[in-house]
């Protein structure tokens, strides 16, 4: 009895496991079917951190206006650091990200302001160190805050879109495990809506690792990240399997199960992914995977996913290779697509 048993086990888990192999096959040839066409008429803007600038020892403020000036994005998306807002407890300090906003409008630069418990950059998480534990006095002070925030800005038309939290169901970067769930999500979302029902609300996830669904169904737009290289230890440096293919059945799947149509590119990958952080790589090392070869490359699988827009992920490293490695490839092959110039 025991080895019918035994058979009968083992020839179920075989038929499990085919299954499993043919799906995975099928996935595979399905993200990487070849595509006719493509979005020749994507339009690219840039995501641009003060922090991220500024840890790699630039003077941000020169570095924003330069590339505004010399890049001319006609959109850009802007991170809300809570942490650079409220250092002191129930104080804010609005002068820098006033500044932003301003010089962006004096270009007639459109924004998406990201804000929240996670915004764009590492360490994802920007909660001040005073709310750190007391859950439901953070929460309560993240409310004040991004009201706070809204009422400031919700008259400037130079921001088009809000985005609230950044790839919030992704468990990625340093934070305190379960600072953001759903439920807070949701309030923070009704805020916004309740505050502001004049503009769209973005709410962004992986491109590669989330299914996408919770994150668009609670968004009026959705943005996904696209990251083709990656390192990842101990196996070394990574180039997805995927094709663009990919992104658009996942397009599918929430236009059916999220009645979500409207997808850009929020974070576009134009910067390396290595070993260390950027800062800490040799340039020879930062191009293993991305230079302007790579970038060319990436700028035209982003078209062929036929989303609307993209937003370039990089720049501040553009920058820095300008400023003080007086390396200008990647700046000038950036500005041709930036422009939108051959």
């Known amino acids: 009895m025991a080895v019918l048993v035994f058979r009968w086990f083992f020839k179920l888990l075989l038929r499990v496991l085919l299954f499993i192999l043919l799906l995975m096959i099928f996935a595979f040839i399905a993200s990487n079917w070849p595509l006719s066409d493509r979005n020749e008429n994507m339009e690219f803007g840039i995501s641009f951190s003060k922090v991220f600038a500024r840890d790699l020892g630039l003077d941000w403020k020169k570095a924003y206006i330069e590339i505004l000036d010399d890049l001319k994005p006609k959109k850009i998306r802007i991170g809300a650091y809570w942490t650079e807002i409220e250092k002191e407890q129930g104080s804010y300090d609005f002068s820098d990200l006033d500044w932003q906003v301003n010089e962006a409008a004096k270009r007639d630069v459109k924004i998406i302001l990201a804000f929240g418990i996670k915004a764009p950059r590492w360490p994802e998480c920007f909660i001040p160190e005073f709310y750190m534990e007391d859950k439901k006095a953070r929460e309560k002070a993240l409310l004040e805050y991004e009201e706070a925030l809204i009422e400031r800005y919700k008259d400037n038309n130079a921001i088009i879109i809000w985005q609230v939290e950044n790839e919030p169901f992704l468990p ?160 000038e092959q950036a500005r041709k697509v930036v422009t939108q110039r051959e």
Not at 173 to 193: S, W
Not at 236 to 246: H, L, T
Not at 278 to 292: A, C, D, F, H, L
């Open 172 to 331: 990625f970067g340093h934070c305190i495990p379960g600072a953001i769930d759903a439920q807070l999500l949701d309030k923070e979302l009704k805020q916004t809506r309740k505050l502001d029902d004049t503009r769209q609300v973005m709410v962004t996830d992986s491109g590669e690792l989330s299914i996408w669904v919770p994150a668009a169904k609670r968004a009026d737009v959705f943005g996904t990240t696209l990251y083709r290289i990656i390192h990842k230890p101990p196996i070394g440096y990574v180039e997805y399997p995927i094709g663009p293919s990919f992104f658009r059945i996942k397009a599918w799947i929430i236009k059916v199960f999220a009645k979500q149509e409207n997808i850009i590119i929020s974070e576009l990958q134009a910067e390396p992914w290595g070993p260390d952080w950027i800062g800490g790589m040799t340039v020879e090392e930062q191009y293993v995977s991305m230079n302007p070869q790579k970038f060319n490359k990436i700028i035209k699988y982003a078209k062929e996913t036929n989303f609307s827009e993209s937003y370039l992920w990089g720049v501040e490293w553009w920058y820095w290779l300008k400023e003080t490695k007086d390396n200008e490839d990647m700046w």
